[in-house]
């Protein structure tokens, strides 16, 4: 197939780079120069996303938020002057639900189909092709592109209509979310106590507190490595997500509010390109206590 692809940033990349390994014809764009190994892959770098939509049949799109996906659909040389009725475009960028039912009308209206494809995962999904992808948009258009989201994920599910990929992307944030909040005030306990917070950790993910997060997320709290993985200042935008929704569908969510308020107090350290599991630090500035510390002051001075 002839495929392009928009955005080849952290995710967008190694999301490519599968593409391009599974023999398909890629055609990609970035506001920055195509990196050199998806060229070295055979891809074909276009000057702009409306060169990248006239010779590709399947179009994908994962740039950081909505104004992007915005710019990079219906801006000047966008993907919507370069259309031609019965192509996709596949978002994959985790944006709006809102918005994007108003960006999939307008590609409609060209006698295109439109999918939200919004993952989860992070880089290391990307890098692995086991990303989990939701999707929302017509059957007809899934079935189209689903052999190209198997190269690139493992958990693929059709969700519903256009949006509904989306939302289910922001309900993930809001776990992930509170999740990181909930491993770091435990780690940050067993710190303040006097426990090895690595011993404790790997105590836990034998029992019913086990999770991804707490393996992968809880062991960056430990090691203290915050380079991102997935920015703070990318998750305050889901999390902005879900609370402007919240507030446009009147119900209450009080952790999420917390959890953004705690992502802010990072960004005022300036943290906004710390990996999310910095969370871990506005935490620790309230406790005036780091992971790690008690541990560290009774080992042996060298
Ligand atoms: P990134 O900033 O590393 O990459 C985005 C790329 O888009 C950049 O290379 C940028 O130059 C390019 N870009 C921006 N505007 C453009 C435009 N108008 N036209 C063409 N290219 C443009 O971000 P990322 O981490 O790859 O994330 C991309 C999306 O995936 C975001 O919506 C993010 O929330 C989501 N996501 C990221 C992760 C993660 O762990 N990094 C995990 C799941 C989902």
């Known amino acids: 197939m002839n495929v392009g692809f928009i955005g080849l940033g952290i995710m967008g990349r190694p999301m490519a780079g599968h593409l391009a390994d599974a023999g398909h014809t890629l055609f990609v764009y970035d506001i920055n120069p195509a990196p050199e190994d998806l060229l070295a892959k055979g891809a074909t770098a276009c000057g702009s996303s409306r060169e990248v939509a006239q010779k590709a049949d399947i179009v994908f799109t994962m740039v950081p938020d909505t104004p992007h996906v915005q710019a990079a659909l219906f801006g000047p040389n966008g993907v919507a002057e370069g259309l031609s009725a019965g192509k996709i475009v596949v978002d994959m960028s985790s944006i709006s639900p809102i918005e994007t039912k108003a960006f999939a009308q307008r590609i409609n209206e060209l006698g295109c189909d439109y999918l939200d494809a919004p993952v989860s995962g992070g880089e290391v ?125 009147g119900v209450s969510l009080p952790n999420t509010a917390t959890c953004q308020e705690l992502f802010n107090a990072c960004a005022a350290q300036g943290g906004k390109a710390w990996d999310h599991s910095g969370m871990v630090r506005a935490l620790e500035l309230l406790a005036n206590h780091e992971i790690g510390q008690n541990h560290r002051v009774t080992e042996p001075a060298e």
Not at 131 to 146: H, N, R, S
Not at 153 to 178: C, E, F, P, R, Y
Not at 181 to 189: K, M, P, R, S, Y
Not at 200 to 219: D, N, P, T
């Open 125 to 249: 999904g990307a890098k692995a092709a086991s990303l989990t992808i939701m999707v929302g948009g017509p059957d007809k258009a899934f079935e189209t592109v689903k052999p190209l989201f198997e190269k690139m994920g493992k958990n693929i599910t059709l969700v519903g209509g256009n949006g509904d990929g989306q939302t289910t992307k922001v309900a993930n944030q809001i776990v992930v979310a509170l999740t990181i909040e909930a491993v770091g005030e435990a780690l940050l306990f067993a710190s303040k106590a006097g426990a090895d917070p690595a011993k404790v950790r790997q105590a836990l993910m034998g029992g019913f507190a086990s999770s991804r997060i707490l393996e992968v997320h809880g062991e960056r709290m430990v090691k203290r490595t915050f380079d991102p993985g997935f920015r703070i200042e990318l998750h305050q935008k889901d999390l902005n997500l879900a609370l402007s929704g919240a507030r446009a569908l």
